[in-house]
Structures are given as structure tokens and as C-alpha cells.
């Protein structure tokens, strides 16, 4: 490989981060690795064992998409202890320019350049492919962004739309919502709609029950639920995909979204059978009298493992971005 014909482009969460070359004017990413933050004392630790790797000693510029908001130089990861200085990090390797957009911003330029093949239909359609796309998943957060279509290309929104409230429906709800406020206080729909969140949800439908909570991991409650060897696993999972519709829903009614919902993030497709029969559409559609606009809303879910880094790439000659 010879270095000035490549980028380096990265999608970093709060666990892992993935990166990839890819060959300027090109979104496909090569040469990809997929390394645990929590190995490293920063980024630039992580960029330098990753070049190592893949046996390149320079790359001529960058564009990182993280989880975290992105203001000015100054990046400080949301869920792992990753900080950084963006201007410090491409003095010290050199690149003659460094992007760093938000992660399901990146998630929401990858979109487009996912094939057909790896988009599985949810419901809804057939939608307006001239209006806003909403890209929202969970995986250690819950991630939110949109594209809007312009002339040529797309614009990607930079949300935290992760850290809404989390708007109750029925009394079990409001009981969901009492036992986390004297937790974490202010509660928002991340504190359900991730990884942990379903942790979360699980002890607090157990402490409604008045039931042991034995499963003390997310993937347990995932895996449980699917194989139907714990009632309230499975009660716990098919209303966090109930929640994650409604939530879906109401970003569509925000955003105007029409042009499509896609799911992204890590989560969903370990589950996806068990998704696709959920009260998830149950709750994406019940929005009184806007029904008719979700129904009309296609839904899919991102099979793909490396939009992230399909977004990166088209960041890098994305003048938008």
C-alpha cells in the first residue's frame, strides 16, 4: 500500500473502534480493524497500533466519526475516556486535514451507499425518496441523525436526539420512569433505548413484578428473550423494540422524515427475527392522526456492519460535512 493514495477514516464508540484506508475518490473501506477502546490510553494510540497493523507509516489526511457531540478541536467521547485535540492529533501525523463529524451523522452518509441487499424491510412504504431520511439506532448509546437531500447529494443532521425525554404512554411506563428517575434522575430515552438500557429496563419491569432479575448482562436478556427461556426477558425486550417504534415515530414527525426510517447500530440485527415479529410497528404507527403519514413511511433495518465507515469516506470529499 502506498500512503498518499490513502485516508484513514474510523468509527469509534464507546467500546470499539473500527478503522479502514480507503483510496481517494473511493468510499469502499479496505484493510479493516476492529479494535477495543478500552485497550488504548487515547486515540492516537489507537491510530498508531492501527497504521502498524496494516503496515502503512502515513495516510495523507483522516475523518474520524466518534460518539460524542463535536464542537470546535476539543473531543471528549460520551461513553469511553477517550480525549482529544483534533488540530494536536493531525499536527502529530501529519494529515493535511482532519474530520471528526458525529457517529450516526457518518451512520446517515453510509446510508446511501448501502446496497439493497443488506437493508431488510420493517414496514411502512412506499414513502417520498425527495424528503429527509432518519438514521436512529441503539448500541452503547442510542443514536440519532437525518439526511437531508440537496441539489446533489445529501446534508447529515449532528443530533443528540439520543438524550430526549422519555415521554411515558400507559401506567407501566410511568412506573418504568419513577424507578429510573430515583436512579439517574433526569431520564432520557437512552437510558432505555441501548445496551445498557435494556439492562435497565429489565430491573425495573422485575422491581414492577416483583420478580428476581437474574440476568445481570444485556446479551443474557437478548439471548433469553430470543431462545424463550425467561418470561421477563422476553417481556423486556419486546417492549424496548415497542419504545425504540415509538421513539422512531416521533422523530419522523420532528424531522418530516418520509423519505424512510434506517435502523442502524449493533444491536438489532442479533435479534432480527425476533425484532421483525415485535410490537415495534405497533408503536412507530400509533401516532392518532398521523398514522396514515407512518404507515406511508418505509422502515428498515442496517444490516450492514461497516455504515459508519461508508459515511466517513463520504465525508472526506462531502463539502456539506
Known sequence: MTATHYSLV????GTNAR????EHGSVQPQAIEILPCSDYNNLDDAVR???????????????????SPVRGTQVRMTNNHWRFDTEEVRKQFGWSAFKVINDFAAMALGVPHVPEGQLVHVCGGPGDGRRPRLVIGPGTGLGVSGLVPIAHGWVPLMTEGGHVDFAPTDDTEMAVLRILKARFGRVSVERILCGQGLLNLYQAHAEIQGVAAPLDAPEKITAAAVGNTDSLARHTLRHFCEILGRVAGNGVLTLGSTGGVYLCGGILPRFLEFFLESPFRNGFEDKGRMRPLLEFTPVYVVTEPYTGLLGAAEALGNPEV
Open 49 to 67: 497500533d492501527y497504521l502498524a497493523r496494516v503496515g502503512v507509516p502515513e495516510v495523507g489526511g483522516a475523518c474520524l466519526a466518534v460518539a
Open 19 to 22: 478503522f479502514a484506508l480507503v
Open 10 to 13: 474510523g468509527d469509534i464508540g
